[in-house]
């Protein structure tokens, strides 16, 4: 199986300055990987429509293809939501970038929130926590199905994603109203937790419709009386990754993209029981102590906001992890 490296897993290094999107391609090849995902989603410190890309200006663009095709590396794009005007302009860089598979989610937000920190979602206050509603969720079908043209026309995939508030079942769904074959699944193995379903459960009801994956390691821990699920370098937390993997290839996945959400915490945004699971403790659910002296849970993905010493320390763990999750699944694939 090839393996492709998101932008995700180094995002301090791309909201501090610290990395472009050329320079990560390096960075990917270093660990000899095949590929990558490009996250496009602004947020702190990010060009405010094109995220980790930078610019779809086409000469730059084309610098990127040519280093991709100089290290013969696959590319995929990450999006959020189904605005049509948008997406036709995501399937024009597609296109010079050589890319298939467009990853996008349902966005939730609350307009109400009033916040100035990033730890705080003024990015994206579903981050925090948002209210899920099954019918609003649904009905996004209508605007996926408008979105079925520039897939044709431009030969692309779209991926919708399992993004912290949907089960697989909500996700089955949704797919069901849609029913058309370049439209399926990115399986996060890891982000159906937060709303109580265990990961094995999601991959297998998934797996068949799976174009793409976020493949990462969880483990969660207790803080002031709220409980976190918080990313770990592959390996180090306690979904059976390798379980995952055999599901998905058994249904012919040919790669795994890693999104190494590390350090990163998530609130759990359903009630318990809602994918199945009732209480924590056990498996992928097992509690953990938490990672950082001196951090909030929230603070773990903006360091800056609490100080320097923080930030520099957290950039040198997250490209420590990097390295540790691409070697761990060489290791099981």
Same mark, same amino acid.
């Given at each position: 199986?090839k393996?492709g490296?998101e932008?995700e897993s ?7 300055g610290k990395?472009d999107?050329f320079?990560y391609i390096d960075?990917?090849?270093e660990?000899?990987?095949?590929g990558v995902?490009?996250?496009?989603i ?6 405010e429509?094109?995220?980790c890309?930078g610019?779809n200006e086409?000469?730059?663009?084309k ?10 590396m ?8 189904f605005d049509k005007n948008k997406?036709?302009k995501?399937a024009? %860089?597609?296109?010079?970038?050589n890319t298939?598979i467009?990853?996008?989610?349902v966005p ?6 009033? %916040? ?9 206050d579903?981050?925090?926590t948002a ?8 009905n996004?079908s209508?605007?996926i ?5 520039i897939?044709e ?5 779209l ?5 912290e508030?949907q ?6 769904e949704l797919?069901a109203?849609?029913n058309?074959?370049?439209v399926?699944?990115l399986?996060d193995f890891?982000n159906?937790?937060?709303?109580y379903e265990?990961p094995i459960?999601a ?10 994956t976020?493949?990462k ?6 803080e002031d009386?709220?409980?976190y699920?918080?990313?770990?370098p592959l ?6 990754i390798?379980a ?6 058994n249904?012919g996945l ?6 190494q959400c ?11 029981g809602?994918?199945? %699971?009732d ?5 992928a659910f097992?509690i953990?102590?938490p ?10 993905y903006?360091?800056?906001? %609490?100080?320097?010493e923080?930030l520099?320390?957290?950039l040198r763990?997250q ?5 540790k999750?691409v070697k761990?699944?060489?290791?099981i694939?």
């Amino acid at each position: 199986m090839k393996i492709g490296l998101e932008t995700e897993s180094m995002h301090l290094w791309f909201q501090n300055g610290k990395m472009d999107i050329f320079s990560y391609i390096d960075f990917a090849k270093e660990l000899d990987c095949d590929g990558v995902i490009i996250n496009i989603i602004k947020d702190f410190g990010l060009d405010e429509e094109w995220g980790c890309l930078g610019s779809n200006e086409e000469y730059h663009l084309k610098k990127i293809r040519a280093k991709l095709d100089e290290y013969n590396m696959y590319c995929e794009i990450d999006a959020k939501g189904f605005d049509k005007n948008k997406f036709e302009k995501i399937a024009k %860089v597609a296109q010079i970038l050589n890319t298939k598979i467009i990853r996008s989610y349902v966005p939730l937000t609350d307009k109400s929130k009033k %916040v100035k920190n990033a730890s705080d979602g003024s990015f994206d206050d579903s981050k925090i926590t948002a209210l899920f509603n099954k019918e609003e969720f649904l009905n996004s079908s209508n605007e996926i199905k408008a979105l079925i043209e520039i897939l044709e026309n431009y030969d692309l995939k779209l991926a919708i994603e399992n993004h912290e508030y949907q089960t697989s079942s909500d996700l089955l769904e949704l797919l069901a109203l849609i029913n058309h074959p370049r439209v399926g699944f990115l399986y996060d193995f890891g982000n159906s937790m937060m709303a109580y379903e265990d990961p094995i459960k999601a991959c297998k009801d998934m797996a068949k419709y799976t174009f793409s994956t976020h493949c990462k390691d969880h483990i969660i821990f207790n803080e002031d009386g709220v409980d976190y699920v918080c990313g770990v370098p592959l390996g180090e937390g306690n979904i059976d990754i390798k379980a995952c993997i055999e599901i998905l290839k058994n249904e012919g996945l040919d790669r795994i993209n890693i999104e190494q959400c590390y350090p990163y915490c998530a609130n759990f945004k359903r009630e318990k029981g809602t994918g199945g %699971v009732d209480k924590l403790g056990e498996g992928a659910f097992k509690i953990e102590k938490p990672l950082f002296k001196g951090l909030k849970a929230m603070q773990y993905y903006y360091p800056q906001e %609490v100080s320097n010493e923080h930030l520099e320390k957290l950039l040198r763990l997250q490209k420590e992890g990097c390295k540790k999750s691409v070697k761990y699944l060489k290791s099981i694939i």
